[in-house]
C-alpha cells in the first residue's frame, strides 16, 4: 500500500449527545476512535486532533486553534505535523470503517489528476471526514481559505471540496456510517450483535483488547469445542479463552512458572473487563459509555 498519513478528528461538542465525550463512546466494547484507528494502522503517522485520552495504540496529539473552531481548523492544525504525500482524513465516529475502505480511497486518491477522494453515503452526500487527499492541493486549498476568510476557524467543509478534483468512492452502507445521536450509537450496537456479525465483532474486540495481531479460524475452534462439549452453548466463551491463552503465552515466553501464571490473570482480567463493558451497554442505566476504562494506561503519545 502507498505511504501515507492519518488525521483523525476527535473535537466538537457532541451537543446532539448531551456533551460527552463521542469518540471515548463504546461500540462493541471499544471506543468509537478505538475502532477508527484500528482500520488506518498502517498510517505512518496517526495524528489526532481534539482532548487526549487513552487509545489502543501510540498517536500524536494536536488540537486546533481556537479549541472548537471546527473541522477545517480541525484539518489544518493536523496537516502541519504530516508528512507523508497522501493524508487519510477521518472523523472520529465511525464505527464501521474498515481497512478495505481506507484501501480504496487511497487507491482512487492516486488516480493520475485526482487530488484526493472521498466515500459518498448510500444517499450520494459527499462524506469529506471518510476521505484521501494528496497533501499539496490540499495545504494549498487551506492556505487559500485562510487567506481569504483570516482564518479557518469556523469555515464549513464544503469550501475546501468544492475546490479540489476529488473521486468518488462508494463504500456501501456501513463505512460512512457516522454516530452523531444516541440513536445512531444505538443502532451500530444493534448492528454488531446481528446473527453472522457478532462472533467477528467480540474476536476482533478481544483481539484488540489483548494486542494479538493473529488471524483466527473460528470455524474449526467452533467444530472442536462443538465436538469436545456436544455443543456450545456460548461459543464467544471458548474462543475467548483461546485468545487470553495465546496472549498469556506471548506474554510469559520464556518465563518461569510464576510469571506465566501472572500473564494469564492479567489476560483474563483484560478480557472479562472487555466482556462487562459488552454487558453494559445493554442496560440504559449504565454511564459506562462516559467512564475511562479502569486501570488502563493511555498509550497515546503527544
Known sequence: MTAYDVIVLAGGAAKRLGGVDKPGVRVGGRALLDRVLAACAGAALTVVVGGRRATARPVVWTREAPEGGGPLAALGAGLRLTTAERVLVLSADLPFLGAGTVEALLAAAGQPGREGALCTDPGGRDQPLVAA??????????????????????????????????????????????????????????????????????????????????????????????????????????????????????????????????????????????????????????????????????????
Open 133 to 302: 487527499y494528496r497533501a499539496e492541493p490540499l495545504r494549498r486549498e487551506l492556505a487559500l481559505l485562510a487567506t481569504e476568510y483570516g482564518g479557518l476557524a469556523g469555515l464549513p467543509l464544503r469550501l475546501l471540496t468544492a475546490e479540489l478534483d476529488l473521486a468518488r468512492v462508494d463504500a456501501g452502507p456501513d463505512a460512512a456510517f457516522d454516530c452523531d445521536t444516541w440513536d445512531d450509537i444505538a443502532a451500530a450496537r444493534a448492528r454488531i450483535r446481528e446473527h453472522g456479525a457478532v462472533l467477528d465483532e467480540w474476536i476482533t474486540s478481544v483481539k484488540n483488547e489483548l494486542g494479538i495481531e493473529l488471524d483466527v479460524d473460528t470455524g474449526v475452534l467452533l467444530d472442536l469445542a462443538r465436538d469436545a462439549a456436544h455443543g456450545v452453548a456460548r461459543p464467544a466463551a471458548p474462543l475467548t479463552t483461546f485468545l487470553v491463552g495465546y496472549a498469556a503465552a506471548r506474554a510469559s515466553a520464556g518465563a518461569g512458572p510464576g510469571e506465566a501464571a501472572a500473564a494469564v490473570t492479567e489476560a483474563a482480567r483484560k478480557a472479562t473487563a472487555l466482556a462487562l463493558r459488552w454487558e453494559a451497554e445493554t442496560n440504559p442505566g449504565t454511564n459506562a459509555e462516559t467512564k475511562p476504562d479502569a486501570g488502563r494506561e493511555g498509550t497515546g503519545t503527544p
